[in-house]
């Protein structure tokens, strides 16, 4: 530990020391550390995307000044803010951060959670040495404590080193065998087991004649449909009126081919969810993006509300002048 005491650093206006009061003191705080290379930077931006705000490679001596400094603009987080407003911090170091050793750490966190105003927790990332091993060697890096030896060398000298914050800790997370996703999904479960979980999904239509939407994750194209554009009184219309969706659902190849989407997509939903995925963009197209695409998102946009999600729908080109050239002219050749 670096010998500067926190106590010899500026005062800045407004803060603890200056008039006596803990102001902005966020009443969550996450320590993240461990074993270089066990997932410290996966672990912090799944928290960032959790609501906590990260700092890493943070000096520790400096944290009695962090923690009481109000957090900047755009952090909002809802689920996880402190009793003040404050945003909860995520504050990762390890063997690399300045200064650092484990028993000032260990006694620097506890003086700040005797006050009882800021909640503590610490995660302590570890991972096998073989496959640390194989991480670097992949990664083609240096162990920082390696110097002239092989990474091995490096890895058993920093487990020494690190050994009292792992015994310390309030939970260890063993990363031997996990993929970036696993180690994801793990901190959700353990830091926002309240919050909303789900992807954002949404349902959209879109007309190829104006190109395809270029950040759909799936794309179905619905264009193998009875087209209700040659049929003059639907035309004017959408797949959102009755008469186009009555039409549509009277093609034979509606109803099969609809079932074999909507039990894809019921399947698929849980597997992108346990794989972190955020958003899942589902677009269905048709030539003009008025009719079928539409009926077709309102009808899975339905399916999806049935089994309890809330999906986002959006009609791309439903405003669109859909001119006979958009659609080919005259019907020769009609779908």
């Not at 010998?3 to 902005?24: F, I, M, N, R, T």
């Not at 755009?74 to 200064?99: C, M």
């Not at 390696?146 to 080193?161: F, H, K, Q, S, T």
Request: hydrophobic share 40%.
């Amino acid at each position: 530990m670096d010998s500067e005491s926190p106590d010899s650093l500026p005062v800045a206006p407004g803060s603890e020391a200056e008039d006596g009061q803990a102001s902005h003191r966020p009443s969550k705080v996450l320590l993240v550390t461990g074993m270089l290379g066990a997932g410290k930077t996966t672990a912090l931006r799944a928290l960032e995307d959790l609501g906590w705000e990260p700092v890493d490679n943070f000096p520790v001596r400096l944290l009695p000044r962090l923690v009481s400094t109000a957090p900047g603009p755009g952090h909002s987080s809802q689920s996880l803010q402190g009793s003040d407003g404050s945003e909860p911090l995520a504050i990762g170091f390890d063997s690399r951060t300045r200064g650092f050793d484990p028993y000032s750490v260990i006694s620097e966190v506890r003086a700040l959670a005797e006050t009882g105003e800021i909640d503590f927790t610490t995660l302590f990332l570890d991972c096998g040495a073989e496959e640390l091993e194989r991480r670097y060697n992949e990664t083609r890096r240096r162990h920082p404590m390696a110097g002239d030896w092989p990474a091995a060398a490096g890895i058993a000298a920093e487990r020494e080193l690190v050994a009292p914050l792992r015994r310390w800790a309030d939970i260890v997370v063993e990363t031997t065998h996990y993929s970036t996703n696993d180690l994801g999904r793990t901190i959700r479960e353990l830091f926002a087991p309240s919050a909303p979980q789900g992807m954002t999904v949404t349902v959209s239509s879109f007309g190829f004649s104006r190109g395809m939407p270029p950040m759909a994750d799936l794309v179905f194209d619905m264009r193998f449909l009875d087209n209700p554009h040659w049929v003059d009184s639907l035309r004017p219309l959408t797949g959102r009126d009755q008469p186009v969706a009555d039409h549509i659902a009277k093609d034979a190849a509606w109803q099969e081919n609809f079932a074999r989407i909507r039990d894809l997509v019921m399947g698929l939903l849980p597997l992108y969810e346990a794989q972190g995925k955020s958003y899942l963009h589902i677009a269905f197209g048709c030539t003009g993006g008025k009719h079928r695409s539409v009926f077709s998102a309102e009808a899975l946009a339905t399916e999806l509300r049935k089994a309890g999600h809330n999906p986002g729908l959006l009609h791309r080109n439903l405003d669109s002048h859909a001119s006979d050239l958009v659609e080919g002219g005259a019907r020769v050749n009609a779908r």
